[in-house]
T-cell receptor
């Protein structure tokens, strides 16, 4: 089955720890994205990548880092510098930038 | 200031009603997307528009580029349509999302 997967679905971490969220797609898409969703707010773009070995900051990149070493994978690291990391994180991919995006099921991160 | 405004924020309808959700934006765009988010959090892309009108089943999306406005219509609404509907616009490499319209369809 083609699709985009995120793991885990729920993640708990202690304050001050870095944590990496996984995102994998087998759709052969060039572009991948990471979004953050908070209650009552729209999706906010953290980082995006148009192609392997390239990525760009979105609106709220501070406290986050990404890598794009493989076309299929776009992991997001939430660092201890992120002041309010508790949120719902969504990964998406599209054939090219601005094409229809396909979303993963999301990871709900709670920092205790 | 939000680049994308949706209305209404919340909407309750009786099964079978015709529903309209509106999206206005303030930037020049290359594309507009309508997304559906179910209570579990999963998001599905419904439409991508750059002009005119698209139809898929009971869903119709229209866009007026001059007025910077798009509408999503649901005909013969059903309880399974209950979800949050999100409008998103793309301008260059920038993405802007509305805060969503929460729709509840009552049997």
């Amino acid at each position: 089955d083609g699709g985009i997967t995120q793991s885990p679905k729920y993640l708990f971490r202690k304050e001050g720890q870095n944590v990496t969220l996984s995102c994998e797609q087998n759709l052969n898409h060039d572009a991948m994205y990471w979004y953050r969703q908070d209650p009552g707010q729209g999706l906010r773009l953290i980082y995006y990548s148009q192609i392997v070995n390239d990525f760009q900051k979105g609106d709220i990149a501070e406290g986050y880092s990404v890598s794009r070493e493989k076309k299929e994978s776009f992991p997001l690291t939430v660092t201890s510098a992120q002041k309010n990391p508790t949120a719902f994180y969504l990964c998406a991919s599209s054939l090219r930038l601005s094409d229809t995006q396909y979303f993963g099921p999301g990871t709900r991160l709670t920092v205790l | 200031k939000n680049e994308v405004e949706q209305s209404p924020q919340n909407l309750t309808a009786q099964e079978g009603e015709f529903i309209t959700i509106n999206c206005s934006y303030s930037v020049g765009i290359s594309a507009l997307h309508w997304l559906q988010q179910h209570p579990g959090g999963g998001i599905v892309s419904l439409f991508m528009l750059s002009s005119g009108k698209k139809k898929h089943g009971r869903l119709i999306a229209t866009i007026n580029i001059q007025e910077k406005h798009s509408s999503l219509h649901i005909t013969a609404s059903h309880p399974r349509d209950s979800a949050v509907y999100i409008c998103a616009v793309v301008t260059g490499n920038q993405f802007y999302f509305g805060t969503g319209t929460s729709l509840t369809v009552i049997p």
